[in-house]
């Protein structure tokens, strides 16, 4: 599994996006794998949709991708406040690391920082960029 972060998916439903080419090329080499995201991160992404009034277009591409909406729970908000807290990251990146890390998964994004943080704590992670 591996668990996307919000970049991947904007980059991957935006065609002027600067990541567009590396999201469609990541996405398609490892169609293999099951992809999975927090409902956070779908919010995160359906934003710009949601302000022109796209977002069913919006979830119709995303969701062809078959993604996993793993829901987080009230028993993650004690770990996931330690991982926000010694990562330093933003909320939206501290519940990628989470998730990852509670569901024993890959990540993929578009952040260095990100990808920085989540390798330190030992998790394969794959830095999706132009």
């Known amino acids: ?13 935006d065609s002027r996006d600067t990541h567009h ?4 090329d990541f996405l398609t080499e ?3 794998h099951e992809f999975a ?8 992404v359906l ?5 022109a009034d796209r977002v069913g277009e919006a979830l119709s591409v995303f969701m062809d991708l078959d993604l996993v909406v793993n829901d987080i729970r009230e028993v993650d908000a004690v770990v996931l406040s330690k991982t926000r807290a010694s990562t330093t990251l ?6 990628v690391v989470h998730v990852a890390v509670r569901d024993s998964a890959h990540i993929a994004t578009t952040d260095a920082v990100l990808a ?4 330190e704590l030992g998790i394969h992670t794959y830095l999706v960029t132009a």
């Open 37 to 44: 995201i927090s409902p956070l991160t779908l919010a995160e």
């Open 1 to 13: 599994m591996i668990v996307l972060d919000a970049g991947v998916l904007i980059a991957y439903g």
């Open 90 to 95: 933003k909320m939206p990146d501290a519940l």
């Open 21 to 24: 080419a590396a999201a469609v």
């Open 116 to 119: 920085s943080k989540a390798r």
């Open 30 to 32: 490892h169609c293999d």
């Open 47 to 51: 934003v710009r949709p949601a302000m």
